[in-house]
């Protein structure tokens, strides 16, 4: 979130605010969209996401005063899912591009704001090859990555389960999450298991309740970190929200739990955590 350490940048991209870190940032979408838009600068392009109608008349007011050229999605740009494949049309260029490498409905608009803020930046000239080849590799750890190697996922393999891996830990992450785990249904149906783990300064029941609709039950794990949640809250939260949870002190332990918690082999997701994520990663050889 510190990126208004730069002095002149070339845009500004904002992408869809939401909750977290209230903390620091507040607990008002007006408050939050405050700090965001700080990065707006004089003279650099503001390249916006879809918003709220709270979270974009903060950021207008912000451009404005910067001087800076407004770029909303769905105003002077758009990006939309068509046949399989993102468009983009921007006032002056519409781009047919292939679909992004990353798994889940949510990875159509981030491409799409990847896509307006390259074309917006001056100079660059990138062709349409050269943007569809980005769109098309672009790799992103712990966002809905399959983990196909090392030990977490030969003990899945071993079940005939499949592992996923997000660090997503807010009540946005969890919405579109739950959209990719119903994406992932779509194509091919499986019972989902969630391995969890998550901060106690985290909005548990807000991650939880939107992807309990998707899973069949909960694993809850301790997490590596300072102001981690004892996995027994965790999982008392889960039950709050109609899952079925069990608690397991290490992540091997829960995956051998979420392989023997549904009658046939599940699509299992280590979620709710950048440091749970990051310790899969680094036990999993980093990035497929």
Partial sequence: DATNVIARPAA?????IDYDHTALLGDTLTAI???????????????IARQSAEAMAVIA????????????????????????????????RFLDLPSPSLEGPHQFENAGLAVAAL??????????????????????????????QGPLAAIARAHGAELWLDGGHNP??????????ASLRARSPRPVVLVCGM???????????????????????????????????????????????????????????????????????ICGSLYLAGEVLAVSGGVD
């Fill in 172 to 181: 946005h992450g969890a919405r579109a999450i739950a959209a990719a785990l």
């Fill in 61 to 92: 007011a912000r451009a404005e005063l910067a001087g800076a050229p407004l770029l909303r999605c769905g105003v002077e740009w758009d990006a939309w899912a068509a046949g399989g494949r993102l468009c983009v049309q921007t006032e002056g």
């Fill in 119 to 148: 074309l917006a930046w001056d100079g660059l000239g990138f062709d349409d090859g050269a943007v569809a080849a980005g769109v098309a590799t672009a790799r992103w750890p712990a966002r809905m990555q399959p983990v196909t």
């Fill in 199 to 269: 901060l106690a300064t985290k909005d548990a029941a807000g991650f939880i309740g939107p992807l309990a609709a998707e899973a069949a039950a909960l694993i809850a794990v301790p997490v590596r970190a300072d102001a981690a949640r004892a996995p027994e809250d965790l999982a008392q939260v889960a039950r709050t929200a109609g899952l079925t949870a069990l608690t397991a002190p290490t992540l091997d332990a829960a995956l051998a739990q979420a392989c023997a918690a549904t009658p046939t082999p599940p699509r299992i997701l």
């Fill in 33 to 47: 969209a405050g700090e965001k838009a700080g990065i707006i600068k004089r003279g650099a392009p503001a390249v």
């Fill in 12 to 16: 500004s991209v904002i992408a869809p």
